[in-house]
Nanobody, 115 residues
Framework: QVQFVESGGGLVQPGGSLRLSCKVS?????????MGWYRQAPGKQRELVSS???????TYAASLRSRFTISRDIDKRTVYLQMNSLKPEDTAVYYC????????WGQGTQVTVSS
């Protein structure tokens, strides 16, 4: 069973930055095929933010590519999401996921961008 520890969310002013972290642990012996982040704003569907494969290939939502950066530490089984120049429309619950045999989700971390 895979467990997630997500951190880094919170309240930030417009233009500010946050760094989300997501660490996986549990009875797993290999690295996931991919990890990444989705987000879900109130009243909206969950959308892909960014992903990174075990080979290091990254994917971004087109509208976020210039402001968000995903990275990973394989040894620590952790994925990071650096978010810069945050806007109120970035407010959402951000969910980490890991692809093993099936996609498994973290509990989510709230990001609120407001003055």
């Amino acid at each position: 069973q895979v467990q997630f520890v997500e951190s880094g969310g919170g309240l930030v002013q417009p233009g500010g930055s946050l760094r989300l972290s997501c660490k996986v642990s549990g009875n797993i012996v290999s690295a996931p095929a991919a990890m990444g982040w989705y987000r879900q704003a109130p009243g909206k569907q969950r959308e892909l933010v960014s992903s990174i494969t075990s080979a290091g290939t990254t994917t971004y939502a087109a509208s976020l590519r210039s402001r968000f950066t995903i990275s990973r530490d394989i040894d620590k089984r952790t994925v990071y999401l650096q978010m810069n120049s945050l806007k109120p429309e970035d407010t959402a619950v951000y969910y980490c996921y890991a692809d093993y045999l099936v996609r498994t989700w973290g509990q989510g971390t709230q990001v609120t961008v407001s003055s």
